[in-house]
């Protein structure tokens, strides 16, 4: 048994949330570079570069990427032989995002109250989704997620006996729907099968996969690849206005479900991308 103060936890969560609020992640970097290259629009090579230009100031001089510095999602694989000592898992993440914020200066988005609106000044609570895993050791993954595109996500509980083109159809129509509301170029996570919460969680999980990978289920990954030719054959561009860049990934992870269900989740996730991961 491994015993981890949680102290350690919260202070790699407050780096976490200040180098994912500073720093786009390489991948996300070089595929706006790759759609720059190759993007004939001019107006919409001009809109990529800007992006080019924002991660690189955000990144020297330690400034957000984006003034929406978002709700804290934190999915956590923790090990059976570990042991956390002085406070609970929970404890020392919010521990680490009220320090985060505030050493970080990052905008506090969250609200008590769905309907009465008060922010609660720390941008507590965080979603924390935490699976239990073998080893002796906790791997952190942190996203930032902005609301822009959070309110563009959708679900849809489809007759399981669906034709595989509505499925594409359906989250096609997402993308479109969401136009330049998501701050594309995008990269969409979609969650198929589970329940009505499952597939949601699926989907936000798909996301913190690096661009480029392809699911390991080739039913999965050959939808992927339709998808994001689809998507870009759509026109929307960045910012909407136009070009063939209007996603720059999409990831599809699914889930058994129950014999008369399926469950499909589209989540939206905007150019800046903000994720980061650890291992304690």
């Known amino acids: 048994m ?5 102290r350690h936890i919260s202070e790699a969560i407050k780096n976490l949330c200040i180098r994912a609020n500073y720093e786009l992640p390489e991948d996300v970097l070089r595929a706006l570079k790759s759609a720059h290259r190759t993007e004939t629009n001019s107006r919409a090579r001009d809109i990529l570069q800007q992006l080019i230009d924002n991660a690189r100031i955000a990144r020297t001089k330690k400034i957000p990427l984006c003034q929406d510095t978002g709700v804290a999602i934190v999915f956590v694989e923790t090990g059976h032989d570990v042991k956390i ?11 680490g995002i009220l320090q985060g914020y505030k050493e970080g200066y990052l905008r506090k988005s969250i609200v ?26 906790i791997k952190i993954h942190f996203l930032a997620k902005g ?5 563009c996500s959708q679900i849809k ?10 499925i594409q159809a359906f989250v096609i129509g997402v993308v479109k729907q969401a136009g330049a509301s998501a701050c594309p170029p995008v ?9 009505f919460d499952k ?31 689809k998507i870009n054959q759509t026109g929307i561009g960045p910012s909407g206005l136009g070009g063939k860049t209007t996603a720059l990934a999409v990831f599809v992870e699914s889930f058994p479900c129950h014999i008369a269900s399926l469950p499909v989740a589209v989540n939206m996730e905007c150019h800046a991308h903000r994720v980061k991961e650890c291992v304690i």
């Open 187 to 195: 990269i969409v996570g979609v969650g198929i099968g589970g329940t």
């Open 147 to 151: 609301g822009g595109a959070e309110n």
């Open 85 to 95: 000592t002085g406070g609970t898992l929970t404890e020392a993440i919010h521990a």
């Open 112 to 137: 008590h109250h769905p309907i009465l609106r008060k922010n609660t000044g720390t941008n507590l609570p965080a979603h924390i989704h935490i699976d239990h895993v073998p080893g002796n050791k």
């Open 2 to 6: 491994r015993n981890i103060p949680a």
């Open 199 to 229: 597939a949601p969680s699926l989907a936000k999980k798909a996301l913190f996969r690096k661009i480029g990978s392809r699911n390991k289920d080739k039913t999965a990954a050959e939808m992927e690849k339709e998808l994001l030719a």
């Open 157 to 166: 509980m489809f007759k399981p006996t669906v034709d595989p083109e509505e």
